[in-house]
């Protein structure tokens, strides 16, 4: 997986010219890009994710965005273990994600699972919104000054302006 920043990238930013600490500063660059996408539930970085439910409901609703396809949605039917379910519509455009069904959901087996499959994420660095590149630069930054966390552990050690940046794509997961 590409992270959406090199280290060459982070470097200029923290104004670095040695190689000394490369490693140190690619890994504060992925703990950086992984806090935003938590935080937004905006994937940067394009992979497959594997999300499970316990109920169909109305719809189903994936909050991680941008999806980009759905793979498989699997359930666990009442007379076999896992069936492939394909009569569903979903809401584009729109997020989070909702998959709704063609006619009905089928009946769930008691205690069994939706499991579905599906990517999300940039397709390229530059569709990336440029506010979540420059949280990702601040808070490399961060950690690159504050290397012994000092706190609890708490949202006051991220710095307000990254969360500020991040703010206007944050989704509240209800889940």
């Not at 970085?45 to 109920?55: D, H, N």
């Not at 007379?79 to 063609?102: A, N, V, W």
């Not at 979540?132 to 950690?143: E, K, R, S, V, Y």
Request: charge should be negative; charged fraction near 20%.
């Amino acid at each position: 997986m590409a992270e959406p920043l090199t280290t060459a990238e982070l470097k200029a930013h923290l104004r670095k010219t040695t190689t000394d600490e490369d490693t140190l500063i690619a890994s504060y660059g992925k703990a950086a890009r992984q806090w935003v996408e938590n935080y937004t539930s905006h994937v940067l970085a394009p992979r497959t994710f594997v999300q499970q439910f316990a109920e169909w409901g109305d719809y189903i609703t994936l909050y991680r965005q941008p999806v980009t396809a759905i793979t498989t949605i699997e359930y666990d039917s009442t007379d076999e273990d896992q069936i492939e379910f394909t009569d569903y519509e979903y809401s584009t455009g729109q997020y989070p994600l909702k998959i709704y069904p063609g006619s009905s959901f089928p009946t769930l087996r008691t205690n069994g699972y939706i499991t579905v499959t599906y990517t999300a994420g940039y397709a390229t660095v530059a569709e990336v919104p440029e506010a979540l590149i420059q949280a990702i630069l601040l808070l490399t930054g961060h950690f690159y000054i504050h290397r012994s966390g000092v706190h609890d552990g708490g949202m006051e050690e991220v710095p307000l302006a990254v969360r500020s940046l991040c703010s206007a794509y944050r989704i509240p997961v209800l889940a």
